[in-house]
């Protein structure tokens, strides 16, 4: 969690590969703990489009080669990938499964 604004972010780890969720727009700490544990960033997941903050999953797709995700009613923008409802994304032994949160619109 960020002290200023409250934002939590998500890093989650399975045998090789790392994810990221909602990363912040200053990614070296995220470079770092990655290259610490010896993973492989698999992807970037943005759980919302973020008018709050900037996020910094463009800067991680072009220094890890990752996919970006957003959610089933994102628009395809920056070569982002939307996921569909019930959709997984394996990470390691772990399947990250899309659930939309009904009364939300991203």
């Not at 010896?38 to 990752?66: P, R």
């Not at 996919?67 to 997984?88: C, N, Q, R, S, W």
Request: charged letters at 30%.
């Amino acid at each position: 969690m960020t002290g200023c604004l409250s934002i939590y972010s998500y890093y989650i780890e399975s045998g090789n590969d790392a994810f990221l969720i909602d990363p912040l727009n200053e990614t070296d700490k995220y470079d770092a703990l990655i290259k610490q544990r010896g993973k492989k960033l698999k992807g970037v997941f943005l759980t919302h489009y973020h008018a709050d903050y900037i996020a910094g999953h463009l800067e991680l797709k072009k220094k890890h080669n990752c996919e970006i995700y957003l959610g089933p009613k994102a628009l395809d923008t920056f070569g982002i990938k939307v996921m569909k409802e019930g959709e997984e994304i394996k990470v390691g032994d772990v399947k990250l499964k899309v659930i939309h949160t009904p009364g939300h619109t991203e």
